[in-house]
């Protein structure tokens, strides 16, 4: 039944993997396919799928949130432009214009698309708008678990992968003043990445994280380069010090047992 959890014990965990709703569908409608099956066998563990197929059960209700009910997406990997009005003067939304959405959002590494979250492209109507309806550049939108679980840094259970997530950046505007709004509209999770300069939005549970500056290897090693530089100064002998100016420098007896240095030529 649609919105209840689906129960699946480790013994009858094969037997029952036909009756899990597709995640690209609406729930309870189809079963999984063959090709989701043999997916699943080659990388996606069943607890992800599990995941992903019981949280579509709980889709987050869609929510007016401010938007004129057009987007414009620029897609970042292959710079697609897209601009949809996507919600109606009624109120209600349009099929044609989220199937291009969907579409537009898909993963970027299978191409498979997702039906996206209409609360997501609500936030995403809003965001943009308040920041001068110049269109947002989507760095990421819907992944599959396969591309979800070679994103680095990415979640197991990112949300992503249900269509409810994207990362995003405004032209013009910094990380930090798009955080600051998405922080007012409190309708979902916020990733704040100011290093890279993008900020990522979800409609699932609100909460907030930050992710700083990581440390930089450059820098790491000129410390090292100046430290050894410091000790070797250090450590030469006065007979190897380079001579005042218009002075001669002589040997000197050195008594530690070892050889004297010879002086070079």
Same mark, same amino acid.
């Given at each position: 039944?649609?919105?209840?959890?689906?129960?699946?014990?480790?013994?009858?965990?094969?037997?029952?993997?036909?009756?899990?709703?597709?995640?690209? +569908? =609406?729930?309870?409608?189809?079963?999984?396919?063959?090709?989701?099956?043999?997916?699943?066998?080659? $990388?996606?563990?069943?607890?992800? @799928?599990?995941?992903?197929?019981?949280?579509?059960?709980?889709?987050?209700?869609? =929510?007016? !949130?401010?938007?004129?009910?057009?987007?414009?997406?620029?897609?970042?990997?292959?710079?697609?432009?897209?601009?949809?009005? @996507?919600?109606?003067?009624?109120?209600?939304?349009?099929?044609?214009?989220?199937?291009?959405?969907?579409?537009?959002?898909?993963?970027?590494?299978?191409?498979?698309?997702?039906?996206?979250?209409?609360?997501?492209?609500?936030?995403?109507?809003?965001?943009?708008?308040?920041?001068? #309806?110049?269109?947002?550049?989507?760095?990421?939108?819907?992944?599959?678990?396969?591309?979800?679980?070679?994103?680095?840094?990415?979640?197991?259970?990112?949300?992503?992968?249900?269509?409810?997530?994207?990362? +995003?950046?405004?032209?013009? @505007?910094?990380?930090?003043? =798009? #955080?600051?709004?998405?922080?007012?509209?409190?309708?979902?999770?916020? $990733?704040?990445?100011? @290093?890279?300069?993008?900020?990522? !939005?979800?409609? $699932?549970?609100?909460?907030?994280?930050?992710?700083?500056?990581?440390?930089?290897? #450059?820098? +790491?090693?000129?410390?090292?380069?100046?430290?050894?530089?410091?000790?070797?100064?250090?450590?030469?002998?006065?007979?190897?010090?380079?001579?005042?100016?218009?002075?001669?420098?002589?040997?000197?007896?050195?008594?530690?047992?070892?050889?004297?240095?010879?002086? #070079?030529?």
């Amino acid at each position: 039944m649609a919105g209840d959890y689906v129960e699946i014990s480790s013994d009858t965990l094969l037997d029952q993997l036909a009756s899990i709703p597709d995640y690209n +569908i =609406v729930p309870d409608t189809v079963p999984v396919t063959e090709a989701d099956v043999l997916e699943l066998e080659e $990388g996606e563990d069943a607890e992800t @799928y599990i995941f992903i197929s019981s949280a579509m059960a709980q889709t987050p209700e869609p =929510v007016n !949130l401010g938007g004129n009910g057009s987007l414009t997406l620029t897609r970042y990997d292959n710079g697609e432009k897209l601009t949809v009005r @996507y919600r109606r003067k009624d109120g209600t939304y349009d099929p044609e214009a989220f199937a291009r959405l969907d579409y537009h959002m898909r993963c970027a590494l299978t191409g498979r698309q997702a039906h996206m979250a209409v609360k997501l492209v609500e936030l995403l109507d809003a965001v943009e708008d308040k920041f001068g #309806r110049r269109g947002l550049v989507l760095l990421s939108g819907y992944r599959t678990p396969k591309n979800n679980g070679k994103t680095s840094g990415a979640a197991r259970h990112s949300l992503h992968m249900l269509g409810w997530a994207a990362d +995003i950046r405004i032209p013009g @505007y910094s990380s930090t003043k =798009v #955080r600051n709004f998405a922080r007012k509209l409190r309708a979902g999770g916020i $990733g704040y990445y100011p @290093y890279k300069g993008f900020v990522h !939005l979800d409609v $699932g549970k609100a909460r907030y994280w930050a992710v700083g500056r990581p440390p930089r290897k #450059r820098r +790491i090693h000129r410390r090292a380069k100046q430290t050894r530089k410091v000790a070797l100064k250090r450590s030469v002998h006065p007979s190897r010090r380079p001579a005042a100016a218009g002075k001669q420098s002589k040997p000197v007896k050195v008594s530690s047992g070892r050889k004297p240095l010879k002086e #070079r030529s």
